[in-house]
């Protein structure tokens, strides 16, 4: 069965740590994303990355960096984390072919105080 | 820039009853359309696409079909479940006309009730 799974489920950060989400996929997929989920905003793209070692920002990218070593993983950074920060963060996988699915992982909610 | 307006819920309806939640865009050159599904607890799933005008996309009793005309794609069940209770997200993909692959524009989600 295809997975995407996300390190934590649910964190709880103060303002100003540096923040760190993991996540991980075994399907060999190309791309990889990450989302943030809000209440009435729906999903928005924070980045995303075609390649190891590449990737591009999306509509929201200010306030976090993202690392791809290798290919399976995709890692989300907020250097100092914020309140406004406080999010369901979504990440998803996909083949470099686009069929228009994308798999997505359970979720990380994050709580910054 | 691209955009995806869905109805605002909740929708909350009986077991059995009809269930419309509605879904326009708006986009430059030819999107793809599709419907995701996210069960409580769990992330987003693919429902449903339609990669071009008059294509009706279905899966598990649900249906959308791609209006250009309306610029629409409302989902569509004749008889919900219990176990339909979700949230569901209307989404575009404009990568043919961008060339960017794989991104999607979602919508803010309808969350559905469906009660006994």
């Known amino acids: 069965d295809v997975k995407v799974t996300q390190s934590s489920r649910y964190l709880v950060k103060r303002t100003g740590e540096k923040v760190f989400l993991e996540c991980v996929q075994d399907?060999?997929?190309?791309?990889m994303f990450w989302y943030r989920q809000d209440p009435g905003l729906g999903l928005r793209l924070i980045y995303f990355?075609?390649?190891?070692?590449?990737?591009e920002k999306g509509d929201i990218p200010e306030g976090y960096s993202v690392s791809r070593e290798k290919k399976e993983r995709f890692s989300l950074i907020l250097e100092s984390a914020s309140t406004n920060q406080t999010s369901m963060y979504l990440c998803?996988?996909?083949?470099?072919?686009?069929?228009?699915?994308?798999?997505f992982g359970e979720g990380s909610r994050l709580t910054v105080l | 820039g691209d955009s995806v307006t869905q109805m605002e819920g909740p929708v909350t309806l009986s077991e059995e009853a009809f269930l419309t939640i509605n879904c326009t865009y708006t986009?430059?050159?030819?999107?793809?359309l599709f419907w995701y599904v996210q069960y409580p607890g769990e992330g987003l799933q693919l429902l449903l696409k339609?990669?071009?005008?008059?294509d009706k996309g279905s899966n598990k009793g649900f249906e959308a079909t791609y209006r250009k005309e309306t610029t629409s794609f409302h989902l569509e069940k004749g008889s919900v479940q219990v176990s339909d209770s979700a949230v569901y997200f209307c989404?575009?993909?404009?990568?043919?006309?961008?060339?960017?692959?794989?991104?999607?524009?979602f919508g803010t989600g309808t969350r559905l009730q469906v009660t006994l």
């Open positions: 998803a996988s996909s083949f470099i072919r686009f069929t228009g699915e994308l798999f």
């Open positions: 399907m060999d997929h190309e791309n």
């Open positions: 990355s075609y390649d190891v070692k590449m990737k």
């Open positions: 986009a430059t050159g030819y999107p793809s």
């Open positions: 339609a990669t071009k005008a008059d």
């Open positions: 989404a575009l993909s404009d990568s043919l006309y961008t060339g960017t692959a794989s991104k999607l524009t």
